[in-house]
């Protein structure tokens, strides 16, 4: 849960900032540093999404929900959907144009992705799956 409190917190903090030497560097117009939130109108709503999946999963293990699949499988595969979005648009595809460095919120968000992968991916290993005879699907 830890870390999907930080990686909707990391919405908020500076990702991206311009040059202010190059006046030919801005993103969306703006100079500056500028938030995720600000920048990615489709990607905050994903992150967030992402952020609410340990919340999610904590409901299922406090209400005891039986589940087809182990707990807390999901939650890893919705990190790792948010893992490779934040590296994607950080590493390969930063908005901008020119001079666009990455700042302090682009890491916790990919720290808070990492956190919330290693924990999920401990919850679902402390599920026992049952085991099927062969040939059944």
């Known amino acids: 849960m830890a870390g999907g409190a930080l990686l909707a917190l990391s919405l908020f903090l500076p990702w991206y900032a311009t040059d202010t030497s190059n006046s030919h560097s801005e993103i969306g117009g703006r100079t500056g540093s500028v938030s995720a939130w600000e920048v990615h109108p489709v990607l905050r709503w994903l992150l967030l999404a992402a952020a609410s999946a340990p919340f999610v999963l904590a409901w299922i293990i406090l209400r005891d929900h039986t589940l087809s699949w182990a707990r807390g499988e999901m939650t890893v595969v919705t990190s790792v959907a948010a893992f490779g979005l934040v590296a994607y648009n950080g590493f ?32 679902s290993s402390e599920s026992e799956r049952p085991r099927k005879p062969p040939g059944t699907i």
């Open 92 to 123: 390969v595809d930063r908005p901008g144009e020119i001079a666009i460095s990455l700042q302090v919120g682009f890491f916790v968000a990919l720290f808070a992705t990492l956190v919330m992968i290693g924990a999920a991916a401990t919850r």
